[in-house]
């Protein structure tokens, strides 16, 4: 392997997704040289395999279930090659951007982290063709994002393709056609998002999950409504249940189901096509090359990091998923962050918590702890739990709206919010107005004050805090006592 001399850059960025993206183009746009590095495809998992394919195919799947039976099969194949299409346009698009914007070089290549010949860390990076280049500069900044998380078991290991061993989200959208029989094996939101989209496509769909409900890490109303509109589908819903093995030749999934006070059951699945691998993502910090410059991880995987994203190795940054960000849009705001610490090194407020959306039918959305989490955290008494049904109202009504909510928890007599629940059609449009007023630390007093275009379904988020105002109001005097009592015992740092 031949290497070059070595090349100075501002910055080095590894992994071109969301956020490595945005910091790479944030800093260009301020004049700074960069070299952008990565492996595979530019725009990363949101654009390849992630937010992009499954929202696409999220979308064309309605329409495929409106056609006549007898159209279905070949709308389904349509539906497959347009998700492609539409996935490659993304990716063109973000190339044909990168190229057009002076300051940042792509380079193409697997990179790992060494000592440099400075004090500033080093990228080796061994490109396609077998040569190595090696890049200096005095940041580096990581955002290789995160990998399925693939079982250990028999038959359930991910092939590089459609074609071969299991699926998993980074292979699934280039099958020619929906399998006959979808097994899932897993009902968080990936699961649950291709599960809505593989049975309107046509699939039988059979959902796998250990845990006692489908998105296990959502209020449980939500997940109960959840589950309720995938077996109107026609979708098998199996809980408490764990993949063991897949026989692909057989077309059988062996797995075994927990049975309170007695021994697992097992089952076979049968007639079983193709298996899809959705039990979750890790942060993708192997073979970086981490432990040669002191980069250190948590027992999950992801590196560590401070306030302003520096980790425990001087010069070297990282966010993203590989951080534990989890979510395309929480890399885009730590990359934005980065680019405005890299410019002006000035300390950076705290983030603040992030919204997350599963894309189901209908959307859940929640910012801040379930409710659950919430009352092992807090004494129950001074919670205030204020839900309204979008059924009730106007919006609802002329939708025709049989299921969905707004749940807001709060702190009593001061209002403060703590948590926001959004199951409604259009979920992901009204969240950010809540995750914008837990930032900010907003009352339900404020939010009484609301004003909504009539009608619409964030009207829902007004009338859960009239709600609140009106219950709170004529007990104001004991609402401050049992607030004052609590602030006392928790104490000034509470």
């Excluded at 409900?213 to 589950?227: D, I, Q, T, Y």
Aim: aromatic share 4%.
């Amino acid at each position: 392997m031949r290497r070059a001399t070595t090349e100075r850059f501002h910055t080095i960025v590894v992994g071109a997704g969301s956020g490595g993206l945005t910091v790479a183009v944030g800093l260009a746009r301020l004049g700074r040289q960069v070299a952008l590095v990565e492996a595979a495809e530019v725009g990363g998992d949101c654009a390849n395999t992630g937010c992009i394919p499954s929202k696409t195919l999220i979308e064309l799947s309605r329409s495929v279930a409106r056609r006549p039976p007898e159209q279905r099969g070949q709308a389904a194949r349509e539906a497959l090659a347009e998700t492609r299409r539409r996935r490659d346009a993304v990716r063109a698009h973000e190339e044909a951007m990168l190229a057009e914007l002076s300051g940042i070089e792509l380079v193409r290549g697997r990179a790992r982290l060494a000592r440099g010949e400075r004090t500033t860390p080093a990228v080796l990076v061994e490109g396609p063709d077998g040569r190595e280049r090696q890049l200096e500069a005095g940041r580096v900044v990581l955002a290789t994002g995160s990998r399925p998380v693939v079982p250990d078991s028999a038959g359930l290991d991910a092939g590089e393709s459609a074609v071969d061993g299991a699926l998993t989200h980074a292979t699934v959208f280039d099958s020619i056609a929906p399998p006959a029989h979808l097994a899932i094996v897993g009902a968080g939101p990936i699961g649950c998002e291709l599960a809505f989209a593989f049975a309107r496509l046509g699939s039988r769909v059979t959902l796998l999950e250990a845990a006692d409900r489908v998105l296990p890490g959502e209020e449980a109303a939500a997940s109960e409504l959840v589950r309720e509109r995938l077996e109107v589908l026609g979708v098998t819903v199996l809980t408490d249940t764990s993949a063991r093995a897949h026989d692909a030749a057989a077309g059988t999934l062996e797995a075994s189901r927990a049975v309170a006070g007695a021994a697992a059951e097992a089952i076979t699945i049968g007639a079983v096509e193709r298996v899809l691998v959705a039990a979750g993502r890790r942060p993708a910090s192997q073979g970086l090359g981490l432990e040669a410059v002191g980069v250190r991880l948590d027992g999950r995987g992801a590196v560590i990091v401070d306030g302003a994203y520096r980790t425990t190795a001087p010069g070297v940054f990282a966010i993203g998923d590989l951080v534990g960000g989890e979510h395309t849009h929480v890399a885009h705001a730590h990359g934005r962050r980065l680019v405005r610490y890299l410019t002006v090194p000035l300390p950076l407020l705290p983030e603040g918590e992030h919204g997350r959306v599963t894309f189901t039918e209908p959307e859940v959305g929640q910012v801040g702890p379930t409710l659950a989490e919430l009352r092992r955290r807090w004494p129950d008494p001074i919670l205030a739990v204020q839900r309204v049904n979008l059924a009730d109202t106007d919006r609802g009504l002329t939708m025709g709206l049989q299921g969905g909510f707004v749940q807001l928890v709060a702190l009593r007599f001061s209002g403060r919010l703590l948590a926001a629940t959004v199951v409604a059609p259009n979920a992901s449009e009204i969240l950010p107005l809540l995750t914008a007023a837990r930032r900010r630390g907003l009352s339900l007093w404020r939010l009484h004050r609301l004003e909504v275009p009539y009608p619409a379904l964030s009207e829902a988020v007004r009338m859960a805090a009239d709600a609140f105002v009106f219950a709170s109001l004529p007990r104001l005097l004991e609402e401050l006592k049992a607030y004052a009592r609590w602030r006392w015992r928790r104490g000034p740092g509470g």
